[in-house]
């Protein structure tokens, strides 16, 4: 998993793409920008659930710091950090 320790400053936003149904949980940093995939569906925000837990770990912080702003029912989503 990516670490992302350096980008756990307060009231920052992170976008990232996510792929629900995935065959591992994972954070890759590419050339797009941040990218989750989850082995979760995406109903009932199970996949949120997962990605924000996801970030949280590759944080360095705890899950109940990230807010999920944008991107409730799309792929593309912003957690800022509070």
Known sequence: MTELSHLAKSGAE????????????AIVAG???????????????????AVAKLLAKALGIAKTRL?????QTSRDKVFRID
Do not use: H
Request: proline share 6%.
């Open 14 to 25: 992170i976008a990232l793409r996510v792929t629900p149904k995935a065959s591992r949980n």
């Open 31 to 49: 050339e797009e920008g941040l990218r989750a995939y989850v082995t979760v569906v995406p109903e009932d925000g199970k996949a949120n659930a």
């Open 67 to 71: 807010t999920l702003v944008r991107g």
